[in-house]
């Protein structure tokens, strides 16, 4: 029903109204955004679309306010290109760390949205990772290593991080951190279609096995 009422109203609507209210969406849409640059980038289109719609419309303080907006957008984008960021792997010995039951704590609301069934079991061979991003816990990784595959139990990454680049460093970088403990696949389920199309971007091959999904990386492949 509301995609119809939409498709009216566009319908009802010029061209030069479709770029003020595209303009419109596009800021107020980057102000959901957790990812900041994301929201820059969204940002940017929407202020430089609302710019025109100024220009076009000879309403000028809306053209160089959204033209400000814009040049700021792509001032910090530019920085944040050239800014070198600083990962690290922290590895947690043992299930019952203070720290990660804190950070879980913290976050478990968040994971459940991606990991709906997780619970930290009392295992003592898990594996458990914080990869670090410039000294902030950028993400979580828990596994169980059974024979040469390690089986994901979560792979959550913090809202402020989810540009694959924790993934690529964990899984690429340092994949030599699997090896020295004999594993040559990673192993995960899909447990939430986000996660399931953030592993497919990071390199892992989708394995159907009737109504189960199975997602696979071989980390040394060839």
């Known amino acids: 029903m509301w995609s119809v009422f939409i498709l009216i109203l566009v319908f009802q609507m010029d061209l030069l109204q479709i770029v003020g209210y595209t303009g419109s969406f596009l800021i107020a849409l980057s102000l959901t955004m957790n990812n900041l640059v994301k929201l820059r980038w969204i940002n ?12 076009i419309i000879d309403a000028y303080p809306v053209m160089i306010l959204n033209s400000i907006i814009a040049l700021t957008d792509l001032f910090y984008l530019g920085r944040m290109y050239r800014q070198r960021e600083y990962f690290d792997l922290l590895k947690i010995e043992h299930w019952s760390s203070p720290y990660l039951k804190r950070f879980l704590r913290f976050y478990m609301e968040d994971a459940k949205r991606f990991f709906p069934k997780f619970s930290l079991p009392e295992d003592e061979n898990l594996l458990i990772i914080f ?9 979580l990784f828990i596994g169980q290593i059974k024979n040469e595959e390690c089986h994901v139990l979560i792979d959550y990454v913090t809202p402020e991080f989810r540009d694959l680049k924790g993934g690529h460093f964990l899984m690429e970088t340092k994949r030599s951190f699997f090896s020295e403990r004999g594993v040559k696949e990673i192993v995960s389920q899909s447990f939430s279609p986000q996660h399931e199309r953030y592993l497919l971007q990071i390199g892992f091959d989708l ?6 999904k199975v997602l696979r990386k071989n980390l040394f492949p060839g």
């Open 44 to 55: 940017l289109f929407g202020a430089a679309t609302f710019a025109c719609y100024g220009y």
């Open 207 to 212: 394995d159907e096995d009737g109504m189960n």
């Open 131 to 139: 990869v670090m991003r410039n000294l902030k816990p950028a993400g």
